[in-house]
């Protein structure tokens, strides 16, 4: 089974930015659909991101990361990534990859161990 591994959080103040990374076990990477989920406190785990397998060609977000997020993927690294821009307090929180075989409504799938994000000044 694929392991996930997440880091680029850390604290950062608001209007600031931060990459996070997601990197994948194994030679199946390119197969998989890739989401990004992030669980502010207080709140159930939200879909953030999603692009799909292959190319990548399709991506879908949450209305609260349009504009703002970007995500993308590196086969040839097994690495899927969040670019978060113009961040808000409310952005703080825990950010999980998620790995999926099937379209982007799939539930369930492989998890990371998360990684913290903190916007404050």
């Known amino acids: 089974q694929v392991q996930l591994v997440e880091s680029g959080g850390g604290l950062v103040q608001p209007g600031g930015s931060l990459r996070l990374s997601c990197t994948a076990s194994?030679?199946?990477?390119?197969?998989?659909?890739m989401r990004w989920y992030g669980q502010t406190p207080g709140k159930q785990r939200e879909l953030v991101a999603a692009?799909?397998?292959?190319?990548?060609?399709?991506?879908n977000y949450a209305d609260s990361a349009k504009g703002r997020f970007t995500i993308s993927r590196d086969n040839a690294k097994n690495t899927v990534y969040l670019q978060m821009n113009s961040l808000k307090p409310e952005d703080t929180g825990v950010y999980s990859c998620n790995a999926i075989v099937g379209p982007m409504s799939t539930i369930g799938g492989t998890w990371g161990q998360g990684t913290q994000v903190t916007v404050s000044s």
């Open positions: 692009i799909s397998s292959g190319s990548g060609g399709t991506t």
């Open positions: 194994g030679d199946l990477f390119r197969f998989y659909t």
